[in-house]
């Protein structure tokens, strides 16, 4: 069962303009969110997180955006670079040592 | 500074042969660490979390194992491998209370 779920596998963004990746989810007792960003044949790194307690989180030109009433979070990535070109994964977690990942969105940026 | 090191990094082995793949983490003690499987359409699944030396807890039924023999070593193994095992595998690492997870460059195992 799917807890955390990246509905769009694929996104092709313009250079310089907004790149928007969603996630959804089903469980309520997550309580911390986070965004990796994985290039082929690497690991993933951190990108971004939320806590539960807030709606919004920025750091530089990503900001992560949660709707709990929802279930629904997204990355915003503005302006998008031709070097953000990766696949993206959201994550979540309980606090029980636990990250539960999407199934990652591959994001091309044009130049 | 901490870094995570696993391998290796990529690997083909036969169907029915045995699998061990090795991650160690320096400049940390005591770090939880993790073994995710990555396979097509599936995202990241977490496959064993351990808190402690000779703790284990697995979250998917399936044919590999895990040890962690020292504190800074997770090992993740097989003892007949399946076609369905291939995959990309990756070692991660968090620190004790903290959330975000560090990442081994991974291992692609194709088993034919």
């Known amino acids: 069962d799917q807890q955390v779920k990246q509905n769009s596998p694929s996104l092709s963004v313009q250079e310089g303009r907004i790149s928007i990746l969603n996630c959804d989810y089903t469980n309520s007792m997550f309580d911390y969110f986070l965004w990796y960003k994985k290039y082929p044949a690497e690991g993933p790194t951190f990108l971004i997180s939320?806590?539960?307690?807030?709606d919004k989180n920025e750091d530089g030109r990503f900001t992560v955006f949660l709707n709990k009433s929802a279930k629904h979070l997204s990355l915003h990535i503005v302006p998008s670079q031709p070097g953000d070109s990766a696949v993206y994964f959201c994550a979540a977690e309980t606090g029980a040592n636990n990250l539960f990942f999407g199934t990652g969105t591959r994001l091309t940026v044009i130049p | 500074s901490q870094t995570i090191h696993q391998w290796p990094a990529t690997l083909v082995q036969p169907v029915g042969s045995p699998l061990s793949l090795e991650c160690t983490v320096e400049g940390t003690s005591n770090p939880n660490l993790y073994w995710y499987r990555q396979a097509a359409g599936r995202g990241l699944q977490l496959l064993f979390y351990?808190?402690?030396?000779?703790?284990i807890s697995s979250e998917v039924p399936q044919n590999l194992s895990a040890s962690r023999p020292q504190d800074r070593q997770f090992i993740l193994s097989s003892k007949k491998l399946l076609l369905s095992d291939s995959g990309f595998y990756l070692c991660?690492?968090?620190?004790?209370?903290?959330?975000?997870?560090?990442f081994g460059q991974g291992t692609r195992l194709t088993v034919v």
């Open positions: 991660a690492w968090t620190p004790t209370g903290k959330t975000e997870a560090f």
């Open positions: 939320i806590s539960s307690i807030k």
């Open positions: 351990s808190v402690g030396i000779g703790q």
